[in-house]
């Protein structure tokens, strides 16, 4: 029997392109869309780039929401649910909990996110953040407006951004890693230590090798205290040590769970039905044979598309495959990298970080496995092609020689 109940648990980039592809695919029946926060559906890259890096005093940025309540009611016949989390995945009798309200499905895709970590003890003191909702966006860049002494917890992508926003407007920031190096597990550490040194150029404190210890302050932050023993004042901290998948509603489902919810190279979960995408969702990448749970937002789009198909088509599902890609704006400088960090070799081809510019590339056995480029936009979707094609490494640097040359 054709599915004729879609539910899409997660207002999130990924839920609403399963939406979108869902429409397009050319499903009628009736489609939920499932949100934890009352906003429609926004980008969240923008919230620690473009809208914190505004320098309009007192202009409040547009919310970067992706499509207006009209279309998605109207043009795509959407049941919006925002402002409630769904609690409980009942996959016997096929119903979506959200609070005490039953949402039933025939097909399901979870779309969930995930969730930023904080730190111990310091729940409602104020000027304390992380930065992954659109809400968080809004009190950060408020405390930048006001001048804010910032520090930064953790000088990872998120948090260096935060750190490049406060020095654009010309505040002191001090940025916290608990890493001797930051970045090891996204970009290796030789690259990892290439991105660091744009903090150092542009005047942000960095201190690597430290961790937090306290955070003090009489119901706003005050000081934290380093656990080298040092303290910094502060009236903003912004918390970027990562995020965690969120799962915990899917306890009990028969959903398998680890590092997210566990999915096949189709990204069906295995249990009749429900499939998953975006950064709750880990899957199989066939390309690189691995299991893999990505925080970026060109898969989340893709991998929602690709879930969504193979779950009204499951006879003709085909396996989500792709290259990884993300990108982050520091300073003047715009970081990308494509394809996977876990390599033997890391070599610089072109260009140095101190001119500001260069490119560097991965190697695994003797495949391109991965590049990245600080300020190298015009050749960084070239690599990505070059891995997609699991071209050999020594063609890789022929092909880096000659864009040297060109």
Known sequence: MPAERLVVVGASLAGLRAVEAA??????????????????????????????????????????????????????????????????????????????????????????????????????????????????????????????????????????????????????VTVVESLPTPLVRAVGELMGE??????????TDLRCGVAVAEIRGEGKVEQVVLSDGSAVDADLVVVGVGATPATEWLDGSGVSLDNGVVCDATLSTGVSGVYAAGDVAR???????????????????????????????????????TVPYFWSDWYDSRIQFVGVPQAEEVRVVDGDVAGGRCVALYRDGDRLIGALTINGQSVIMKYRTLITKRTHWRDALEFAESRRAA
């Open 283 to 321: 899957w199989h990448n066939p390309l690189f044979d691995r299991a893999m749970r990505l925080e970026h937002w060109t898969s989340a789009a893709e991998q929602a598309a690709a879930a969504v198909r193979n779950a009204l088509d499951p006879a003709s599902a085909k396996p989500y495959q």
């Open 23 to 172: 429409r397009k695919a050319g499903f009628t029946g009736a489609i939920t869309l499932v949100g934890s926060e009352q906003h429609l559906p926004y980008d969240r890259p923008p919230l620690s780039k473009a809208y914190l890096d505004s320098l309009d005093p007192g202009v409040r940025p547009e919310a970067p929401v992706f499509r207006t309540e009209s279309y998605l009611r109207d043009e795509l016949a959407v049941e919006l649910r925002l402002g409630a989390a769904a609690t409980v995945l009942d996959t016997g009798s096929r119903v979506v909990w959200v609070g005490d309200r039953e949402v039933p499905y025939d097909l399901a895709v979870v779309a969930t996110g995930a969730i930023a970590r904080t730190l111990p003890g310091t729940a409602g003191l104020k000027g304390v953040y992380t930065l992954r909702t659109i809400d968080d966006a809004v009190a950060v860049r408020a405390a930048l407006e006001d001048g804010a002494r910032a520090v930064v917890v953790g000088a990872g992508f998120i948090g260096s951004e935060v750190a490049s926003a406060a020095r654009k407007r010309g505040l002191d």
């Open 194 to 203: 290439a991105c660091t040194s744009l903090h150092r150029v542009n005047g």
